[in-house]
């Protein structure tokens, strides 16, 4: 696994869960609906530097906001 997003809560209940795998395989699953479908090779080139520039090892696991109800 390349990548795993997932997104949750929000007024709308959002529950969204996204997987790129390294071989460019993705997953999206939103609300009731599950995609499958593959990034061809230019652009996961793309998406790879992009990762890179990101730093993404410096990103913690989890941004939560802070609570409102103090």
């Known amino acids: 696994m390349l990548i795993e ?3 949750t809560g929000g007024f709308a209940g959002l529950d969204d869960h996204l997987i790129i795998s390294a071989s ?3 997953t999206l699953d939103r609300w009731t609906k ?3 479908f593959a990034i061809d090779g230019g652009k ?3 998406l790879l530097v992009a990762l ?3 730093d993404m090892p410096r990103l913690r696991r989890e ?7 103090k």
């Open 52 to 54: 890179d520039v990101a």
């Open 63 to 69: 941004y939560v906001p802070p609570s409102r109800w």
């Open 5 to 7: 997003y997932h997104r």
């Open 24 to 26: 460019g395989e993705v």
């Open 44 to 46: 996961m080139d793309q």
């Open 34 to 36: 599950h995609y499958e």
